[in-house]
């Protein structure tokens, strides 16, 4: 069973930071790719992040596209999203997803590339 535990999320102001991570046992983690969504209330989830599963290759929406980072550390099966300079309109829940690893090692960033997905955790940034 593929569990995905995110964490990090909370109130802040515009401008500040965050680091959101995405927890899971060693089986999914060497199993699986991971990236990150958001749903803001009232809207459709987005994709924000992916990394791909060797690490090398990353994507991003392009309204997050350097101020948000991605990445992974192998040796605690966890995967990261570094928010920096948020705004108001990145107030969602953010999502941790888990996507079978594709052939050719690249980030996925549709979302029914993904099989499972976390909890969520909530981000909102006021103005």
């Known amino acids: 069973q593929v569990h995905l535990e995110e964490s990090g999320g909370g109130l802040v102001q515009a401008g500040a930071s965050l680091r959101l991570s995405c927890a899971t046992s060693?089986?999914?983690?060497?199993?699986?790719?991971l990236g990150w969504f958001r749903q803001a209330p009232g809207k459709e989830r987005e994709f924000v992040a992916a990394?791909?599963?060797?690490?090398?290759?990353?994507s991003y929406a392009d309204s997050v596209k350097g101020r948000f980072t991605i990445s992974a550390d192998n040796a605690k099966n966890t995967v990261y999203l570094q928010m920096n300079n948020l705004k108001p309109e990145d107030t969602a829940a953010y999502y941790c997803?888990?996507?079978?690893?594709?052939?050719?090692?690249?980030?996925?960033?549709?979302?029914?590339?993904?099989?499972?997905w976390g909890q969520g955790t909530q981000v909102t940034v006021s103005s």
């Open positions: 997803a888990a996507a079978a690893i594709p052939v050719d090692d690249v980030p996925k960033s549709y979302e029914y590339d993904y099989e499972y």
């Open positions: 060693e089986r999914t983690y060497a199993s699986y790719v």
């Open positions: 990394i791909s599963w060797s690490g090398v290759s990353t």
